[in-house]
């Protein structure tokens, strides 16, 4: 076993505190990574807090990870030693259902589903999986990205995440050039969106409650700025998106962002409300109007990601932390306090 340096929180809601925990050794399959930087996203606050219901505590969170192989197994043919790689939400699935076979192993539903990278078990129902605020993490090879020449380490670790979370359903939907998107909200997910949807060639609308916001809108690449405590500008945007991307993991009024769709127009949730959302039945049917969901992506599709935004030098705007900081930036990311990711950085552990 690998003794291995984290940060965990206890039990639910408990700050998170350094603490020591074992990985497996790695198998002919698996590498050994040196973890560099971690991203932290606003899941790891709720699962952390308890507040989406059942936790293994300890916890050690993370799931925005950045580092270098050290080791790699007899059969490990992927990656070498050396090697700049990431890991992002999950770290194994069946691998033989049709969703996995396809390259969506996000969606995996048998044999245990999708095993993600921390709060889960491993296929051995036994092993406890911990995340990336730590020294070290050991991967099956498959589940490991290769993070491109041309991004900075610090600022691909969101890309893991809040990167393949925005990324996912704008290749589904096939958006670019000729659509109007919209994002509805801008922070650690919406930046990303904005930057993505920009880098597709699609006409960007940003829709956020802080007007402030306007100038750091436009400078990630949104063509327009409505402030939807606006009435009158929000209005103005009424049936003018094909697309509407909502970041917001808040309650609020999904009506109003429906309202702003053409016939056809879809509402994508990638932002998940603690509590259900209302919607009226008639603006949906008048225009025939869309909400949907989306989660993250697979393997192949967040390879993807990453060599598009090494391609179109599309990277995270991050505030780089110390460790011993996190239950700090934990409190400012709920006050929407961050431009627009934390990231952690391991030498700091």
Sequence with gaps: MISVRGYAADRAGAPLTPYRFERREPGDKDVLIDIQYCGICHSDIHAARGEWGEALF????????????????????????????????????????????????????????????????????????????????????????????????????PLLCAGITTYSPLRHWKVGKGHRLGVLGLGGLGHMAVKLGASLGAEVTVLSSTPA?????????????VPTSDAAKVSAFTGELDFIIDTVSAPHDLNRAVSLLRRDGTLILVGASPTPLSVAAFPLIMLRRKISGSLIGGIRETQEMLDHCAAHTVQADVEVIPMADVNKAYDRVVKSDVRYRFVIDMKTL
């Design 58 to 157: 300890p916890m050690v969170p993370g799931h925005e990870i950045v580092g270098r192989v050290a080791r790699a197994g007899s059969r490990a043919t992927r990656f070498k030693p050396g090697d700049l790689v990431g890991v992002g939400c999950f770290v194994d699935s069946c691998r033989t259902c049709p969703e996995c076979k396809e390259g969506r192993e996000q969606f995996c539903h048998t044999d245990g589903g999708t095993v993600f990278t921390y709060n889960d078990l491993e296929k051995d129902e036994k092993t406890r999986t911990y995340g990336g605020y730590s020294s070290q993490i050991v991967v099956d090879e498959g589940y490991v990205l290769k993070v491109p020449a041309g991004l900075s380490p610090e600022k691909a670790a």
């Design 213 to 225: 916001k306007e100038s750091e809108a436009k400078r990630l690449g949104a063509h327009h700025f």
